[in-house]
């Protein structure tokens, strides 16, 4: 089992900054892909970013290309997304994800295994 537990999120203007962590334990792999997704209310929850074990590759949904940044920290065992000029309609909870699959498809959720459970970001205008 992995536990994955995010941190990071909050209330911030249109504009702002913020980083998200997600930090693994358990059974952790650093050969494991990680990702990103996010859920606003009533909406379905959506990928949002990837990376692949060595952190040479990472994937993007259109929406966060250019704003968003995906990162990891193997030794830490540590998933970062650092998120630029926040919008209002960024607005969501953003969910931490691991997956085992020797070839996943970053941006479909049923790649992943493990999930956190959660962090709230908030944009205001």
């Known amino acids: 089992q992995v536990q994955l537990v995010e941190s990071g999120g909050g209330l911030v203007q249109a504009g702002d900054s913020l980083r998200l962590s997600c930090a693994a334990s358990g059974r952790t792999s650093s050969s494991y892909a990680m990702g990103w997704f996010r859920q606003a209310p009533g909406k379905e929850r959506d990928f949002v970013a990837g990376?692949?074990?060595?952190?040479?590759?990472?994937y993007y949904a259109d929406f966060v290309k250019g704003r968003f940044t995906i990162s990891r920290d193997n030794a830490k065992n540590t998933v970062f997304l650092q998120m630029n000029s926040l919008k209002p309609e960024d607005t969501a909870v953003y969910y931490c994800?691991?997956?085992?699959?020797?070839?996943?498809?970053?941006?479909?959720?049923?790649?992943?295994?493990?999930w956190g459970q959660g962090t709230q970001v908030t944009v205001s205008s």
């Open positions: 994800a691991a997956g085992i699959l020797r070839r996943p498809v970053y941006s479909d959720s049923a790649s992943y295994n493990y």
């Open positions: 990376i692949n074990w060595s952190g040479i590759s990472t």
